[in-house]
């Protein structure tokens, strides 16, 4: 089993950064895609970033494209999330999450439903 803890959230006004990290422990992080996803109150869970496995593949939404970038350090079984230019909308709580199903593909993005692990989630709050 992966076990994900994710931090780095935070309160920053509208054109600031973040940047989000989950730690993976338990598991073999490293040969598995890993995605962000963010949830704000009402709204059903939505992708912001995926990566395939090795790092050499990602796939972002329009509302996020050239603003947000995914990364992860196998070595140190840690993924992140850079935000730039933060806007009000991105207000939302963020979660990292793990697919050890084997599906690697990451081309079209990537749905909830495909990932079995879960970090605790992690605040983001950007004011206008």
């Known amino acids: 089993q992966v076990q994900l803890v994710d931090s780095g959230g935070g309160s920053v006004q509208a054109g600031g950064s973040l940047r989000l990290s989950c730690v993976a422990s338990?598991?073999?992080?490293?040969?598995?895609?890993m995605g962000w996803f963010r949830q704000a109150p009402g709204n059903e869970r939505e992708l912001v970033a995926v990566i395939n496995w090795s790092g050499g593949y990602t796939y972002y939404p329009d509302s996020v494209k050239g603003r947000f970038t995914i990364s992860r350090d196998n070595a140190q079984n840690t993924g992140y999330l850079q935000m730039n230019n933060l806007k009000s909308e991105d207000t939302a709580v963020y979660y990292c999450a793990v697919d050890s199903y084997g599906d690697d593909d990451v081309r079209t993005g990537a749905q909830p439903s495909s990932f079995d692990y879960w970090g605790q989630g992690t605040q983001v709050t950007v004011s206008s």
């Open positions: 338990g598991g073999a992080f490293s040969i598995f895609r």
